[in-house]
């Protein structure tokens, strides 16, 4: 008897050495490796791997950057998964910032008391967060309706903007909206922390003097720009030093000739490395006209940039494009007790164009909307990448100039086998060295002349053309003031018109790194519906009794071996 229990003293000791040795060998490989960072993604598509550009900025951090994230509730399974997801990519921002970057998670509906929540909506709402209201059905057909904010509230030395994580796609489903929103998380807190982070903007111009569209026309897109750059006008009226310092200009919808001495400016302006994006209308349209007498008609619009154009290596067709895909218009078609009786008619002559191509630019963008947009070509110049980066769809139709347009082809169904011009450009990306268009053309005093200080061939540089200048004009409603660029009045859907245009500016200005961030996939595995909805029970049970019965088995296999070791 004393030697079993010397025995067993014995054992209990060498079991008390052997966890307490476990227990320091465990502290000291955390002592060690705590000196040392490595994360392993065993992701197929690496949707856990940081760009090399967003770690770049995670280790240049100087403060906290602080996020109230508005995704916590009761959520169906898709908008779960966006939390969890954004969890995930918060936790691996936070990881390579050495903790620099802190967020919660916030319920903005859990306070019982209905006007503080009202309060909150409102604040959240006029911070920039849009709403979504999700409408489930469960499978005894019983319907449920939530709101959620799937956006979040960040916060820099003392600055702060929002970040709107869920973006509705217009003719997409919710589950495939859910998979891009989760492809962009890097994309978008990047782009977040950028914003907040910039002290010093690139001048962005927008040129005036030949009847561009004015401010209240393009205030949302000019409001957007502004929190990236710094947003200026000038007219340019023949002054050498009218560019000089900006980083890049923006001509939207001139209706008037340019003469030769601003082109000559704008010319040595890209020789200099100038950026330009270009929205140009090959094709004039009288819009008063239209809506007050039914008709109109489109003419050539003179503007003398044809062979400016066509020199940097795209030609804008005089044309307009007709496209079955396309949005709507409010008509009156008659009266009804005493009022106006509108209903919406497809309008081809503005065309939804979704972007098909793999481009920074516009990738995974939703529909952007055109109205009376022409075609353009590539041409021949020596040295210019040329990027096609918007097509009209398959059902399209050219329509020369002059082209008569009236309201009342809305009552005619298109026929089909008309529209056969299919997928026409309408948005280009010229990159490259360009030559000017006066090489050869200047007499000797010019060419000497210092302070103009002529170059025939450019530094590398880069511009977009688009051929329709309305795809930059927001609409304006008296009372309330300048509408959000993309919504549309007569439907009350947003189209992606404004990301698509901030997308151009920031690939002209060079911040790729934030734009490659785009080109990540993030596969999307979804789950069989009708599996899930016949074989429901059957994995629920699997869930829930297999671990159970791996849990009980290994006890008995425990138990028996402690029996027949100890049972003697």
């Known amino acids: 008897m004393v030697n079993d229990k010397k025995h067993t003293t014995s054992n209990k000791r060498k079991d008390l050495m052997s966890f307490v040795m476990v227990i320091a060998i465990v502290i000291l490989v955390n002592f060690v490796f705590s000196f040392y960072f490595k994360r392993f993604d065993l992701t197929s598509e690496k949707r856990y791997t940081l760009a090399e550009s967003t770690r770049k900025l995670l280790k240049n951090l100087d403060d906290v950057v602080y996020l109230k994230v508005y995704l916590q509730g009761e959520f169906n399974p898709d908008f779960t998964r966006l939390r969890n997801e954004t969890k995930e990519m918060l936790d691996e921002f936070r990881a390579f910032s050495n903790n620099q970057v802190e967020y919660e998670f916030i319920n903005p509906l859990e306070n019982p008391n209905k006007d503080e929540t009202d309060k909150i909506e409102k604040q959240l709402y006029e911070k920039g967060i849009i709403p979504e209201q999700v409408i489930d059905r469960k499978k005894d057909q019983k319907t449920t309706e939530s709101l959620i904010w799937p956006g979040a ?145 489109g003419l050539n619009n003179e503007l003398n940039l044809e062979d400016m154009l066509f020199k940097y290596g795209v030609r804008l067709n005089p044309n307009l494009i007709q496209d079955m895909q396309c949005s709507q218009l409010k008509i ?99 990159e490259g060295e360009f030559s000017s268009l006066y090489s050869n053309r200047l007499p000797t005093a010019i060419l000497r002349d210092s302070a103009i200080a ?58 790729e790194g934030l734009l490659q961030l785009r080109a990540r996939e993030v596969k999307l595995r979804l789950l069989d519906k009708k599996k899930i909805a016949n074989q429901e029970s059957k994995w629920q049970l699997m869930n829930i009794a297999m671990p159970l019965g791996v849990i009980i088995l290994l006890g008995l296999i425990q138990f028996y071996i402690r029996k027949k070791r100890y049972g003697s």
């Open 454 to 511: 002529f170059r025939d061939k450019g530094v590398k540089t880069k511009m977009i053309v688009i051929a329709d200048g309305d795809v930059v004009k927001n609409d304006f409603r008296p009372g309330i003031g300048p509408l959000n660029l993309g919504l549309d009045r007569n439907t009350g859907q947003t189209f992606a018109n404004k990301t698509f245009l901030l997308n151009c500016m920031n690939y002209l200005l060079d911040d």
């Open 332 to 430: 009156n078609v008659g009266f009804k007790n005493g009022q106006p009786d509108f209903k919406l008619f497809p309008w081809i002559y503005n065309p939804l164009i979704l972007p098909d191509m793999d481009h920074p630019i516009v990738k995974n963008l939703d529909l952007i909307k055109f109205e009376f947009a022409s075609s353009l070509d590539t041409v021949s110049a020596r040295g210019i990448k040329k990027t096609v980066l918007l097509r009209s769809s398959r059902y399209t139709k050219v329509q020369p100039t002059p082209a008569r347009i009236g309201l009342a082809m809305v009552k005619f169904t298109p026929k089909e086998d008309q529209f056969h011009n299919s997928y026409q450009p309408v948005a280009c990306l010229l």
């Open 153 to 297: 509230l960040v916060t820099h030395k003392g600055r702060e903007t929002s970040w709107q994580i869920f973006k509705r796609q217009l003719g997409i489903s919710r589950e495939v909206s859910i998979n891009n929103s989760v492809q962009e998380l890097e994309y978008g807190l990047s782009n977040t922390i950028r914003k907040l982070q910039t002290q010093k903007k690139p001048e962005v111009t927008f040129i005036e003097g030949h009847g561009e569209l004015d401010t209240l026309r393009q205030h949302d897109f000019m409001r957007s720009l502004s929190e990236y750059y710094k947003v200026s006008h000038v007219a340019i009226n023949h002054n050498l030093e009218a560019l000089k310092g900006s980083s890049a200009i923006i001509i939207s919808q001139p209706d008037s000739v340019f003469d030769e001495k601003d082109k000559f400016i704008i010319d040595q302006y890209i020789m200099r490395g100038g950026k330009v994006l270009w929205m140009i209308d090959p094709v004039y349209i009288n819009y008063d006209t239209l809506r007050l007498k039914g008709f109109t008609l």
